[in-house]
T-cell receptor, first 114, second 112 residues
Framework: NAGVMQNPRHLVRRRGQEARLRCSPMKGHSHVYWYRQLPEEGLKFMVYLQKENIIDESGMPKERFSAEFPKEGPSILRIQQVVRGDSAAYFC????????????FGPGTRLLVL | AQSVTQLGSHVSVSEGALVLLRCNYSSSVPPYLFWYVQYPNQGLQLLLKYTSAATLVKGINGFEAEFKKSETSFHLTKPSAHMSDAAEYFC??????????FGTGTSLTVIP
């Protein structure tokens, strides 16, 4: 059973470009969480999704950031018009259910904005 | 409001010595508590979790943690450190399973 997959592992963008980060949850998992980790900091919750639904996006910046988890395919975290402050590691986690189940983390996407 | 405080951003222990990583939390309801380990350039791996069962929780790789409600603590311990334990450790709290709040992490160095 493959773990949580994230791609790309590393992404370089220039200011103003768009970044698309993909997350494929573990097989059988329908809950996906996105986190951002800034250098020397812990993970910050961004958004919690189930298939086709955003359950909790209270940690997501109001502008430029969006997330989706379509019926088919991976979950996508999209950052429009990136700025240098968006440089961070973005982690996706999946779980089989809503209760505080174990979250299985992907290896992360390291975004660098030049 | 939920939050997690990890005292000591860097901890060094000798190989074979006791490992103690501290975590204090704040929560308005009985929380669920977790310890994760992160190796360089990798995602987080669950070490153990407390979900209102036994207050002493045993995890993988010989780690354990004790939930102390009176102290609002969930410190992580291991009796004897191994070189392979060198990593970043994160404590996390969740009240509802939606949001997980992570501490800022403790970097563990094991000295041979």
């Amino acid at each position: 059973n493959a773990g949580v997959m994230q791609n790309p592992r590393h992404l370089v963008r220039r200011r103003g470009q768009e970044a698309r980060l993909r997350c494929s949850p573990m097989k059988g998992h329908s809950h996906v969480y996105w986190y951002r980790q800034l250098p020397e900091e812990g993970l910050k919750f961004m958004v919690y999704l189930q298939k086709e639904n955003i359950i909790d996006e209270s940690g997501m910046p109001k502008e430029r950031f969006s997330a989706e988890f379509p019926k088919e395919g991976p979950s996508i975290l999209r950052i429009q018009q990136v700025v240098r402050g968006d440089s961070a590691a973005y982690f996706c986690a999946s779980s089989p259910g809503r209760s505080p189940e174990t979250q299985y983390f992907g290896p992360g996407t390291r975004l660098l904005v030049l | 409001a939920q939050s997690v405080t990890q005292l000591g951003s860097h901890v060094s222990v000798s190989e074979g010595a006791l490992v103690l990583l501290r975590c204090n939390y704040s929560s308005s309801v009985p929380p669920y508590l977790f310890w994760y380990v992160q190796y360089p350039n990798q995602g987080l791996q669950l070490l153990l979790k407390y979900t209102s069962a036994a207050t002493l929780v045993k995890g993988i790789n010989g780690f354990e943690a004790e939930f102390k409600k009176s102290e609002t603590s969930f410190h992580l311990t291991k009796p004897s450190a191994h070189m392979s334990d060198a990593a970043e450790y994160f404590c996390a709290v969740s009240e509802n399973g939606n949001q997980f709040y992570f501490g800022t992490g403790t970097s563990l160095t094991v000295i041979p």
